[in-house]
């Protein structure tokens, strides 16, 4: 279990002075001073930029080379369709170390990505693609709206993975749809939607053994994709990002929440939450 208010600060304090040791600072103030300094910079040099798109964790601006990104990792947090917000020192930054670790290893066995190289602590280089206007949720436990819709106990371990589809559109709530509502509106082809439910699959058998190596369960994730053009062909590829943010991860003892599902029910320590999954996943912070 999580400590108290009073050690959870003290244990958020030690693990922000790793944090700062990590990068050749002697204390966390003067990282973040430095980071601060930095995002001055880039913010200056984002001024001249085009920004492309601002949602509610990530930002992405035009990039040095046609055909790429760059995508800024945001302290923001939100939940239900942003009516609760805060903002998490710290969450960029990990979210940016976990979401390249995760893009590496994807593409280590074959899956393409987005993922170009990380830049800074806050930033990643990335592809720029197409975006697929769906959210695509792989479930292998019981938990969140699924529990809701359903009435069942979270926690009850599925017999098989189930991959489902939602509209991404925070005007409606994000419905979830159809594979025959996908074909039908012209969303995507039903190659494409082939082809991403096979990726997604594809995914999660490998990364529930990355976490479970780790004592980590991925109960289920959220993934975007994004279409590449080569010529005259088109295909599909990862984008977005895979981090806390977007995965249900628990403890496989304890089953104790280390995703956004502590700041969703006030379970409070999130960024510690998080850096917890990026210490077991050996991730030098």
């Known amino acids: 279990m999580f400590p108290d208010a009073d050690v959870a600060q003290v244990a958020l304090s030690k693990a922000l002075a790793v944090v700062a040791r990590g990068h050749g600072y002697p204390s966390w103030p003067r990282l973040k001073a430095e980071v601060e300094a930095r995002r001055s910079l880039s913010a200056d040099r984002m001024a001249r930029r085009r920004k492309i798109y601002e949602g509610k964790a990530k930002i992405l601006y035009e990039g040095p080379e046609p055909?790429?990104?760059i995508q800024f990792f945001k302290d923001d947090t939100t939940a239900f369709d942003a009516r609760k917000r805060a903002v998490l020192e710290g969450k960029g930054v990990i979210n940016n170390r976990i979401s390249e670790f995760v893009m590496r290893r994807l593409s280590s066995i074959g899956v393409q990505t987005h993922f170009i190289k990380r830049l800074n602590l806050?930033?990643?280089?990335?592809r720029e693609v197409e975006i697929i206007p769906l959210e695509v949720v792989c479930r292998n436990i019981v938990a969140g709206s699924l529990s809701q819709?359903?009435?069942l106990p979270e926690g009850q371990t599925l017999p098989r993975p189930i991959v489902e589809f939602y509209l991404k559109d925070d005007k409606l709530h994000d419905p979830p749809v159809a594979e025959e509502h996908i074909a039908a509106f012209n969303w995507a082809s039903t190659q494409e939607i082939d082809d991403i439910v096979a990726l997604t699959r594809r995914i999660n058998d490998d990364l529930r053994g990355v976490f479970g190596a780790v004592g980590i369960t991925l109960v289920d994730f959220k993934l975007e994709f994004g279409r590449v053009?080569?010529?005259?062909v088109s295909h599909v590829i990862l984008a977005d990002e895979i981090s806390p943010d977007s995965c249900r991860l628990w403890d496989?003892?304890?089953n104790e929440k280390l995703d956004k599902d502590r700041f969703r029910r006030d379970l409070g320590d999130v960024v510690e939450g998080y850096a917890e999954v990026a210490h077991r996943l050996g991730i030098a912070l």
């Not at 806050?122 to 990335?126: D, G, N, V, W």
């Not at 053009?229 to 005259?232: D, I, L, S």
């Open 252 to 254: 496989s003892r304890t």
């Open 67 to 69: 055909g790429t990104l």
């Open 229 to 232: 053009r080569e010529g005259e």
């Open 149 to 151: 819709r359903f009435g």
């Open 122 to 126: 806050s930033e990643q280089l990335i």
